[in-house]
């Protein structure tokens, strides 16, 4: 009797809760949205770029022929258009200049993203998690600088996230909680179909939780009930499906871009599938403190990003402890859908490790690997801690040192972000060497940054420009004992080397990127900035090993 009144225990609190908690994200967001220059942010120009087009009277971004403003560098980015589609129409309706007026037009993104809060924490609610869990979630999801900086910028993932968000609501409603209305099977298809023409890696998540999540038995496949379930996900394609029909004729792609992020380069040894997937999740684990924007910025305080670490997995912990056995204390409903969040989580991080792989192997860089990528399971992951909780000493235990690890982490993130954000452009923006005036009639450039970690990860940034014949380099050579490594490519913004050299043209003369596999002697690293005439200007000379020869 006691196992039964508990899985179907009903844990009540106000909504205005969640309003209140999302509200206090929306701050944190808004806060990154005005004090955080326009460009750095993940992509910022590249999607800014795609905004324009539609700001300039376009339903769809360019994908044919898409340029970055105010350079000649072909956009990258290969999303769907719904994001572009609605921040471009609102800076054309209000008048607005999606370069000029970025810092306005990051507020619907904030807006978005406090709204995906908000339905993730009403699933939340419908999924039994006690208020307790809710707050805690809160204060840990705005521990981690990247999820607010993220949400105050131009870019898609504030979409996704609202979409992910929406998707969620009615999902535990009508998977979950059986309360199969209308507002359910909306939520279910206006969520999908944002997250569908939004970004693909969402897209896919929904797909993989889907399919684990229905019932697989012929018995439970004719129901009412998950027939009425096939007619939501029909309506879904049904929507979106036209839009990369379009897109695959159109563009002979279902993720169109005008030009590819990195030329091919094949390294000449390419790790084996397992060992990639190693330093995958060596990468993800190592990046997951920073803030990986066009500078890196690594904002906690001394011992936070440790708390930050230790506040991520202390709750699949408690999850682990408390599924075994769930099925007899636990409606059977939240511990599928528990089982598939984890399962399409896994899956997810996979297809994705398989995509960089791909794109490994065909550029030689390890390039994409990023843990923003994953922000929209936030605060997903932590919520099966309380919906399968385990009553007794070890989970009240590690309960406990997760709102430690929460509340350290957040003091010891929060306070220095924005100081150390600013330091951290100011260092990128400045030029340390000033050139010459004959210098800027000649290739001309500076290395800002150099930092190589003991697990052989190169970190560099810096700018090159062809100031005689007022164009971008054609590449940046890294080189280890003599041997390319990787080609880098200018495309960061570099507003002062503009102004310092006189030429409009080197305002995308940057570059930043992290580098894998680069040995741990910094001596033998050497960095080159070649033009296609094949000038060539050493930005950083090799003091021991071999020679770098230039292909």
Request: glycine fraction near 8%; charge should be positive; aromatic fraction near 10%.
């Amino acid at each position: 009797m006691l196992s039964e009144a508990r899985s179907k225990e009903a844990i009540s609190w106000p909504s205005a809760l969640a309003a209140a908690l999302s509200l206090f994200v929306l701050l944190q967001c808004l806060v990154m949205a005005y004090s955080t220059p326009v460009g750095v942010p993940p992509d910022e120009y590249a999607h800014l770029s795609y905004v324009d087009d539609v700001a300039q009277g376009q339903l769809l971004p360019d994908y044919a022929d898409g340029r970055i403003r105010g350079s000649d560098r072909g956009n990258y980015l290969a999303h769907p258009p719904l994001y572009y589609t609605a921040i471009g129409t609102i800076a054309r309706v209000s008048g607005l200049d999606p370069f000029d007026d970025a810092k306005r037009l990051r507020l619907p993104g904030a807006l978005l993203f406090a709204g995906g809060f908000f339905f993730w924490l009403l699933a939340a609610k419908a999924a039994r998690v006690p208020p307790a869990g809710a707050v805690l979630a809160t204060v840990a999801v705005c521990a981690i600088p990247m999820f607010s900086y993220v949400g105050g910028s131009i870019n898609n993932d504030t979409l996704l996230y609202f979409g992910i968000g929406l998707f969620a609501h009615g999902f535990v409603r009508e998977w979950v909680s059986g309360q199969r209305d209308r507002q359910a099977a909306a939520a279910i298809i206006c969520g999908s179909v944002v997250v569908f023409l939004t970004k693909l890696t969402g897209a896919a998540f929904l797909v993989f939780l889907v399919v684990l999540a229905l019932p697989r038995s012929r018995a439970a496949l004719s129901t009412l009930a998950t027939r009425r379930q096939l007619k939501i996900i029909l309506a879904i394609a049904a929507i979106c499906g036209p839009y990369f029909v379009y897109s695959l004729i159109a563009h002979g792609s279902v993720m169109p871009r005008p030009q590819p992020l990195y030329p091919p380069s094949p390294p000449a040894d390419p790790m084996v599938p397992l060992a990639y997937l190693a330093r995958y999740a060596q990468s993800m684990w190592e990046r997951l403190p920073i803030i990986m924007a066009h500078v890196n910025v690594r904002p906690f305080a001394p011992y936070g990003s440790l708390a930050m670490k230790t506040m991520l997995v202390l709750p699949l912990m408690m999850w682990g402890i408390s599924r075994p056995g769930a099925r007899r204390r636990i409606d059977p409903r939240l511990v599928r859908a528990t089982d598939a969040l984890a399962l399409a989580t896994l899956a997810t991080l996979l297809l994705h490790a398989a995509y960089t792989y791909a794109s490994y192997r065909n550029s030689g860089l390890m390039a994409g690997i990023q843990p923003r990528y994953f922000g929209f399971l936030l605060p997903a992951l932590w919520l099966p801690a309380f919906i399968l909780r385990r009553p007794g000493r070890l989970h009240a235990t590690l309960l406990a040192a997760w709102i430690g690890c929460a509340i350290l982490a957040f003091w010891t993130s929060a306070p220095y972000t924005l100081e150390k954000q600013s330091a951290a452009i100011a260092t990128a923006r400045a030029p340390k060497a000033a050139p010459s005036a004959a210098a800027v009639q000649k290739l001309t450039g500076h290395l800002d940054g150099f930092t190589l970690t003991s697990a052989g990860q190169l970190q560099v940034r810096g700018w090159a420009f062809d100031a005689r014949e007022s164009s971008t380099v054609a590449r940046i050579g890294v080189f280890v004992d003599g041997t390319l490594l990787a080609n880098l490519e200018t495309a960061a913004s570099r507003p002062d080397v503009a102004r310092t050299l006189g030429q409009p043209a080197a305002a995308t003369s940057g570059f930043s990127a992290t580098v894998e596999g680069a040995g741990n002697r910094a001596c033998a690293i050497a960095l080159a900035a070649e033009v296609a005439d094949g000038r060539v200007l050493w930005l950083r000379r090799a003091s021991c090993g071999a020679r770098p020869q230039l292909p």
